[in-house]
């Protein structure tokens, strides 16, 4: 089959690689219809997530048709049509059955401590081929799989496998609550899903941060109040509109890969510590491909939510920081009383509710889709997105 493939910093190809096939009982082998680019997938190839495996397939957001089941998957059959959660869990540990997949005790490989077993990530996460193939195989199907209803389309489904319930989950990491304040950094995609998970969530104010006029129209069209880091400084901006106070609670959906400001009063901020940055840079990626550059001040998003928030808020971190980051403004939020919870989305428990606000009509996350391409214009599809081109949001891929 064809799959897009990981072979080192920088070097992706879309190849012929090995059919799955049923290894466990509780397996399942999916015909993927559609998956998708996360800005996760762009760590891989910019070096800022290590420890990949040579040939692996990416990506972990995929839609699709069951083509077969082990012994073990007694409920569901060849033909559903189901969400491929991007995080794997067993469903029967402590931990699931408390909801926090995400940190399942058998689905890493790696043993009970190792954390998050995901499709498409390095060895730390299992190393488990992904979902950018015409083909996949799922551990667990028997829980992890969730059946879609025939009036929700594979394109809104698409946004229910990670994006969505990654934002739903920073809203309720940053425990927000009807009436407060939110300010969202960053405003690719799961910003934008952040953003209607906080009003969702009842947030009365919604401020989106972020450097691209393309993505603060489309936040904008949500109603967010935006802010352009590249003409202002975002965190005097947030204090000075919520009349000297900040705001209550932060959503950080950047993480390691943020970018110092290009002009403006934020960029003269950021060139004083030009030298921390370049030093955080070079830990978290000692090895680059200028063609696939990582951000160049990968704790800046995390400066800029502490010092927005009001003291004793609380902030949630969505945004990636992979095990090689030791730069974090801790003594800032120390200070300050603040709250900060963090960590990967439990993609099982948040699926079956978004996707019944899918299947009512409260909400189309399809809109938020602003590229379809087919699989074969993949490799196309990454460097469109890695460039920010104007307009590419979200690219979902047709197998």
């Given amino acids: 089959m064809k799959a897009v493939t990981w072979h080192g910093v920088g070097d992706i190809r879309f190849n012929d690689v090995p059919d799955p096939r049923i290894q466990d009982p509780t397996d399942a082998i999916v015909k993927i219809t559609t998956s998708a680019i996360c800005g996760t997938d762009l760590h891989m190839i910019r070096g800022t997530m290590p420890g990949m495996r040579p040939g692996i397939v990416l990506g972990h957001e ?139 969530q009842g947030a009365g104010r919604v401020i989106a941060v972020d450097g691209l006029e393309d993505r603060l129209a489309m936040a904008r069209a949500q109603h967010a109040e935006v802010v352009n880091f590249n003409t202002e400084d975002p965190v005097g901006t947030i204090v000075e509109m919520t009349g000297g106070i900040g705001v209550d609670k932060v959503i950080d959906a950047v993480g390691v890969d943020a970018e110092r400001p290009a002009e403006g009063p934020a960029a003269e901020q950021a060139d004083q510590q030009a030298q921390q940055f370049d030093r955080e ?60 919870r963090s960590g990967n989305c439990h993609h099982r428990r948040y699926i079956p509710e978004l996707l ?35 307009g590419w949001l979200k690219v979902a891929l047709a197998t």
């Avoid at 969505?164 to 009436?179: E, H, I, K, N, Q």
């Avoid at 160049?296 to 095990?323: E, F, H, N």
Wanted: hydrophobic content about 45%.
């Fill in 356 to 390: 019944r606000l899918v299947t009512n009509g409260t909400v189309d996350p399809a809109r938020l889709l602003t590229e379809h391409e087919p699989m074969t214009d993949v490799l196309k599809a990454y460097r469109e997105f890695q460039d920010r081109d104007p």
């Fill in 281 to 340: 840079v070079q830990q978290v990626a000692p090895e680059t491909d200028p063609a696939w550059a990582p951000g160049d001040a990968p704790s800046l998003a995390a400066q800029w939510a502490v010092r927005a928030v009001v003291k004793a808020g609380t902030l949630g971190v969505i945004g990636v920081y992979p095990q090689t980051v030791t730069t974090w403004p801790f003594g800032e939020a120390m200070m300050k009383n603040l709250t900060v």
């Fill in 62 to 200: 995929a839609v699709g048709e069951i083509v077969e089941v082990g012994p073990g998957v007694r409920n569901l059959a060849p033909g559903d049509r189901v969400i491929v959660p991007s995080t794997i869990a067993c469903g029967y540990c402590s931990y699931c059955r408390a909801g926090y997949f995400a940190q399942c005790d058998n689905a890493n490989p790696g043993g009970r401590r190792a954390g998050t077993a995901f499709f498409g990530g390095p060895e730390a996460a299992g190393g488990f081929d992904g979902l950018q193939a015409e083909y996949a195989r799922v551990p667990f199907a028997n829980v992890g799989l969730v059946p879609i209803p025939a009036e929700v389309d594979d394109e809104q489904a698409i946004m229910l496998s990670d994006i969505w319930p990654t934002a739903w989950f920073g809203a309720r990491l940053a425990d927000v609550r009807p009436g407060e304040t939110v300010a969202v950094f960053g405003a690719g995609p799961v910003g934008q899903l952040a953003v209607l998970s906080a009003y969702l």
